[in-house]
């Protein structure tokens, strides 16, 4: 059920990331929000939370440090899928 939860979490925070960047005519891409939402928030939420001093609770810091990092995921993979397309 956790895992279950987890993944829920990182496609809400995923799909939240496109949303604040724009979509460009397109819909949401579930994968890349999934993936952008889980990286992003073990990575961006968990340091975010410790710098804090919160620890691993649920925090509304560890929520934006999961936010800019899915952010920063999917600035990077559009930048990349922008990169590979013009060559």
Same mark, same amino acid.
């Given at each position: ?10 496609? *809400?925070i ?7 960047l724009g979509?460009?005519?397109? %819909?949401? /891409?579930?994968?890349?929000?999934? *993936?952008?939402?889980? &990286?992003? @928030?073990?990575v961006?939420?968990?340091l975010?939370s +410790?710098?804090?001093?919160d620890?691993? /609770?649920?925090r509304? @810091?560890g929520i934006?440090g999961s936010?800019v %990092?899915?952010i920063v &995921?999917t +600035?990077g993979w559009?930048w990349?899928? %922008?990169? @590979?397309?013009a *060559?």
């Amino acid at each position: 059920m956790l895992i279950l939860g987890i993944i829920l979490f990182g496609m *809400v925070i995923g799909a939240g990331a496109q949303l604040i960047l724009g979509k460009g005519g397109q %819909g949401i /891409d579930w994968t890349l929000a999934i *993936v952008a939402g889980l &990286v992003g @928030s073990f990575v961006g939420g968990l340091l975010i939370s +410790l710098l804090s001093g919160d620890g691993l /609770d649920l925090r509304a @810091s560890g929520i934006i440090g999961s936010l800019v %990092g899915a952010i920063v &995921v999917t +600035l990077g993979w559009r930048w990349y899928a %922008g990169r @590979s397309k013009a *060559v």
